[in-house]
């Protein structure tokens, strides 16, 4: 019998850990503190074990094996704060090469700490990894799933009027994320939780488990200035002019390696989610923007770190434009994953073409997408992604126009450009 919690909403990863289970002995959920690890695992457990809890870790440090139960699967949930369960997982699953014995959740990475040394095998075909993000909008319940990523790529979309949501609703949702515990919060109080975050990376979370010693003030100012760059490519260099000083090349090189350490910090913590640049055969491709999008893995994080509101948003169109951005990609990520796919985006410097993001489904034929947060630009987006499809190689299987302030899901008549509200994408 499963322990799913009473008020548990389904999540997308639900069917792949299912699956997974099916096939390996174990499985292992990382992501993000918060993005609902817990309680998704638990609703696939029969037995769970905190090693959060004192008397847990205790006896797992002495043994793995004395934690185990015979209920399975088992949860072991923050293993890595005993590294040594990992292998005795393995083992276990070796023993008798049973299928679905046990879930392991993790919020921090081991490359980066003290106990990586403690891991002597990968785990490769006993425990599958599975990323797991925040809620998209689909799973929140703010998304009514009428125009489908797989549905636009076989021509089928439920077009017509489905709900007006007003610049105000976007602006809502960018501040209150996709946390499980902030769905139900009133909206005064919806910045609470990712302002928290943010103070919880800075002055713990970024220390758990480090054997460096690093500034939480510059760690504040790395995530501002990743803020302020949110969904746009840049590299480290425009980071370190936005928290670091230097006269010298050699303080400069000095500053990167500064900056990939800070970030690599961020990254074990699954609190990074860059938008690799798309390689395609192009005119122009040795032109092509290598840059990855930069993206922190919740766009409220980023409103959190430059203390933005609703009403900040409402009165800043530049910056509302930009998060919105972060926003729908967020949800694409988390389709794609869902479908086995990748997010990417593409830019070419010589001519300017640039599509937002584009996703490349499982057997590589891709579909791009322009964001736009209110239907006035619509026409743009579509001459945009025109001239893109006229410049490629291998055109897309379609494209799509993803708008903010739009009741009503359509499709261009003359270029067959899909054009939906965020409120009405699902996988």
Not at 142 to 167: C, H, P, Y
Not at 175 to 202: C, F, K, Q
Not at 383 to 410: A, N, R, W
Request: proline share 4%.
């Amino acid at each position: 019998m499963s322990l799913t919690k009473e008020g548990y909403r389904p999540r997308l990863i639900d069917d792949r850990i299912a699956r997974y289970l099916r096939v390996f002995g174990a499985v292992s959920i990382e992501g993000p503190k918060w993005c609902g690890k817990t309680w998704t695992s638990l609703n696939h457990a029969n037995s769970v074990t905190y090693l959060t809890e004192t008397s847990a870790r205790n006896l797992a440090k002495v043994d793995p094996k004395y934690v185990f139960t015979n209920d399975r699967p088992q949860l072991i949930d923050e293993w890595q704060v005993v590294p040594e369960v990992w292998d005795a997982v393995r083992h276990e699953c070796d023993s008798d090469h049973d299928k679905g014995k046990f879930i392991l959740t993790g919020s921090t990475s081991l490359k980066k700490r003290r106990g990586e040394g403690k891991i002597y095998h990968t785990g490769t075909g006993r425990i599958a990894p599975l990323r797991m993000h925040p809620m998209s909008l689909f799973e929140s319940g703010d998304s009514t799933g009428e125009a489908s990523i797989v549905g636009m790529r076989d021509g089928q979309i439920n077009e017509g009027f489905v709900r007006k949501v007003e610049l105000a609703e976007i602006a809502r949702l960018l501040i209150r994320g996709g946390w499980p515990e902030n769905l139900d919060m009133a909206t005064e109080d919806i910045g609470i939780i990712p302002e928290s975050y943010i103070e919880a990376i800075v002055t713990k979370d970024m220390h758990e488990g480090q054997t460096k010693k690093r500034s939480p003030q510059k760690m504040r100012m790395l995530l501002k200035a990743l803020a302020r760059h949110e969904a746009s490519p840049v590299g480290d260099q425009a980071l370190v002019r936005d928290i670091e000083e230097y006269e010298t090349n050699d303080e400069l090189i000095k500053s990167r390696a500064t900056i990939a350490d800070y970030t690599s910090v961020l990254d074990s913590l699954y609190l990074t989610a860059d938008q690799e640049a798309y390689s395609l055969h192009y005119r122009s491709s040795t032109r092509i923007g290598k840059s990855a999008k930069r993206h922190l893995v919740d766009p409220s994080l980023s409103c959190a770190c430059l203390q933005l509101t609703p009403d900040k948003l409402m009165n800043d169109h530049a910056t509302f434009g930009l998060m919105f951005e972060a926003l729908v990609e967020r949800d694409l990520r988390i389709y794609a994953d869902y479908l086995e796919g990748h997010l990417y985006h593409f830019r070419d410097n010589a001519s300017g073409d640039e599509v937002d993001a584009i996703i490349e489904f499982k057997d590589g034929e891709y579909a791009a997408f322009e964001i736009k947060l209110s239907d006035g630009s619509i026409e743009d987006a579509i001459q945009s992604l025109s001239k893109f499809c006229e410049h490629v190689e291998k055109k897309p299987v379609y494209m799509c126009v993803v708008i903010g302030h739009l009741d009503t899901v359509m499709r261009d008549p003359n270029t067959g450009v899909f054009i939906v509200p965020l409120t009405s994408l699902k996988p």
